[in-house]
């Protein structure tokens, strides 16, 4: 069985150096659409809004965190459904198990390579889809 293209990803991300490693990154490196949130509450709103195949969160962003997020999204049916990775330098183990239980499909960890960035999301969208 052969899983879907990944089309589109919305990236939750608060700090500006890191959305821009992760634009310019994701530009020469990818094939897919990357859109942009700055906080939960507007990751949310694009999130209903765009329909993304994949949605990788920040742990830590000011006002409503990822995890915070991750629950807001399972409520509305547009998109309970959608996957949803961590982009986050807490990695301790407890921490993954965390983000696991809470619905998270997996981690990327900062600081990332930016040339490596694209093969991880791949990797997270062949896995999810391996399950």
Do not use: C
Not at 86 to 108: A, D, P
């Amino acid at each position: 069985m052969s899983i879907q293209a990944l089309k589109h990803v919305l990236i939750v991300e608060d700090e500006e150096d890191i959305v821009e490693i992760l634009r310019i990154a994701l530009a020469f490196n990818s094939s897919y659409e990357v859109s942009f949130a700055k906080t939960g509450p507007e990751g949310l709103q694009k999130a209903i809004i765009l329909q993304p195949d994949l949605i990788l969160l920040d742990v830590l962003m000011p006002g409503m965190n990822g995890m915070e997020l991750i629950e807001e999204l399972k409520i509305f049916p547009e998109t309970k459904n959608i996957p949803v990775a961590f982009i986050t330098s807490r990695v301790l183990k407890n921490e993954i198990l965390e983000y696991q239980k809470r619905g998270g499909i997996g981690v990327i960890e900062k600081p990332f390579a930016p040339l490596e960035i694209s093969e991880k999301i791949q990797t997270l969208w062949e896995d999810f889809h391996h399950q």
